[in-house]
């Protein structure tokens, strides 16, 4: 009956794959509704003899590392087949069953052209890049906005397939040779390319919101997963600096098919602190060495593209606004652990703009872009707290830290890490 969401509230990375892992087992299907391989989740299990292994996931569901439950990629998702069929055989080979996954037959695919598209056209944006990860993800969604795209369903009709390769690339090839001076690509190759990856897609291939809805009239539990976040958002978020899909609860709604009513539940996850990789606006951003404790206290380099993530303090701003647009009705603050051993925190409870307050976002971005964060500052802790199982395990700073966070983000703090593993975590009030 319930389909539950789980959303990123800052700029990605919050721990949406360890949160998606913990609730796995608790819930019968787990769709990814946007973004593509552009995300990293890293998850980390816990095996029968005691020891723990570490998975990086890009493109599938972090459910597909939960037995029973099924995977599902929404048609909201642009799909690298390459690298679908790469993480697949990567999972496979480490004793993951894959089989159960479900694919979109709406999906877009990522075409070789986007992925070249998204790397010349930040070279030639220099200081006005976006810094994306160069997947090609922003140039495929342009493609689904602008009816180019290719779907999943077009690889089981060669000569449907050929019709919109040759219309798209009548476009994309004036782009790359004479404004980009690249070489084009042919019809064949790309066709070919593409072609060479429909028997091995088309088991997993059908009508995923069809399949989600008959699972929520059954009474089935499922999590729609969100990539990225809500400040990346195209819509809500510091754009320009976004990635090109709905990140945000709307999102999970379009990108899955699963009707909004139907979403009872929205999990923000977020950070006790705020990191962001790529350009774009971060107020509470740090450039000194506290920066860098954050960075290596939360070893803050992206699981995509293994860049360091900017890092800054915990923006109460950001959260209120990512729990209004999403309607969040837990959070779950990750990676407290990552803050022992400092003075004092620094909450970010408001903006200066130009003399003025804001307690909210700005309306307008330039604004936002020479916002002063206005803090408040509270009392660190020193004590390990990886071994907190309840919240009266914690050191009593680090509680208030908590509880005022709590008071300052729109809604209850139901969750919170204290280490990477599926066990590390103290739930003050259960999610499901
Ligand atoms: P996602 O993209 O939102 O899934 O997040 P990432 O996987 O990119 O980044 C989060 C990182 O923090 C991963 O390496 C997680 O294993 C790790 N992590 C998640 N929760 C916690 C936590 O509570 N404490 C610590 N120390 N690490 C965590
Ligand atoms: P997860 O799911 C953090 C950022 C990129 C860039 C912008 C646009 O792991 O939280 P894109 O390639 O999407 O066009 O890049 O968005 N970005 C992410 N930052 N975590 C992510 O995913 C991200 N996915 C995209 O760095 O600034
Ligand atoms: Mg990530």
């Given at each position: 009956m319930p389909a539950i969401a789980i959303i990123g509230a800052q700029w990605?990375?919050?721990?949406?794959?360890?949160?998606?892992?913990?609730?796995?087992?608790?819930?019968?299907?787990?769709?990814?509704?946007?973004?593509?391989?552009?995300?990293?989740?890293?998850?980390?299990?816990?095996?029968?003899?005691?020891?723990?292994?570490?998975?990086?996931?890009?493109?599938?569901?972090s459910g597909i590392l939960t037995p029973g439950c099924t995977p599902v990629i929404g048609n909201g998702v642009v799909v690298d087949l390459k690298v679908l069929f790469e993480e697949i055989d990567g999972l496979e080979a480490r004793g993951i069953d894959t089989s159960d996954l479900k694919l979109s037959a709406n999906a877009h695919v990522i075409a070789p052209y986007n992925r070249e598209i998204d790397k010349v056209t930040e070279r030639f944006l220099?200081?006005?890049?976006?810094?994306?990860?160069?997947?090609?993800?922003?140039?495929?969604?342009?493609?689904?906005?602008?009816?180019?795209?290719?779907?999943?369903q077009d690889l089981f009709d060669a000569s449907i397939l050929r019709g919109k390769v040759e219309g798209a690339l009548e476009l994309k090839n004036q782009i790359l040779t004479k404004v980009y001076n690249r070489r084009g690509f042919t019809v064949?190759?790309?066709?070919?390319?593409?072609?060479?990856?429909?028997?091995?897609?088309?088991?997993?291939?059908?009508?995923?919101?069809?399949?989600?809805?008959?699972?929520?009239?059954?009474?089935?539990?499922?999590?729609?997963?969100?990539?990225?976040?809500?400040?990346?958002?195209?819509?809500?978020?510091?754009?320009?600096?976004?990635?090109?899909?709905?990140?945000?609860?709307?999102?999970?709604?379009?990108g899955s098919g699963i009707a909004p009513a139907r979403i009872n539940q929205v999990i923000g996850i977020v950070k006790a602190y705020t990191t962001r990789v790529g350009e774009g606006p971060f107020p509470t951003e740090l450039h000194d060495d506290k920066g860098e404790f954050l960075r290596k206290a939360g070893w803050e380099y992206g699981t995509t593209t293994g860049r360091p993530r900017r890092c800054g303090w915990y923006d109460s701003v950001v959260a209120r606004y990512a729990a209004r647009i999403n309607g969040v009705t837990d959070f779950v603050l990750t990676k407290l652990d990552c803050l022992t051993?400092?003075?004092?925190?620094?909450?970010?409870?408001?903006?200066e703009v130009d003399g003025v307050h804001h307690d909210e976002m700005p309306v307008n971005q330039s604004d936002f872009h020479h916002a002063?964060?206005?803090?408040?500052?509270?009392?660190?802790?020193?004590?390990?707290?990886?071994?907190?199982?309840?919240?009266?395990?914690?050191?009593?700073?680090?509680?208030?830290?908590?509880?005022?966070?709590?008071?300052?983000?729109?809604?209850r703090i139901s969750v919170i890490g204290v280490g990477p593993g599926r066990h590390e975590t103290v739930v003050r009030h259960p999610l499901i």
């Open positions: 990605g990375d919050e721990g949406k794959g360890k949160a998606t892992d913990l609730l796995g087992s608790s819930v019968d299907y787990v769709v990814k509704f946007n973004g593509g391989n552009n995300a990293g989740h890293t998850v980390v299990i816990p095996q029968p003899d005691g020891s723990t292994e570490k998975f990086a996931l890009h493109l599938l569901p220099g200081s006005r890049r976006i810094g994306t990860t160069g997947r090609g993800i922003g140039p495929t969604y342009a493609d689904k906005m602008n009816r180019i795209g290719i779907r999943v064949d190759a790309i066709v070919e390319d593409l072609l060479s990856y429909a028997d091995r897609v088309r088991p997993y291939v059908c009508d995923t919101a069809l399949l989600l809805h008959d699972a929520l009239v059954a009474d089935k539990t499922v999590l729609l997963e969100a990539g990225q976040a809500t400040l990346l958002d195209v819509d809500h978020g510091t754009y320009p600096f976004v990635t090109s899909s709905s990140a945000t609860a709307g999102g999970a709604s379009t051993g400092l003075e004092e925190v620094p909450i970010c409870v408001a903006y002063v964060p206005v803090y408040e500052y509270l009392p660190g802790w020193f004590e390990d707290i990886s071994g907190a199982r309840s919240f009266d395990d914690l050191p009593e700073n680090a509680k208030a830290y908590v509880e005022r966070c709590e008071e300052l983000s729109g809604s």
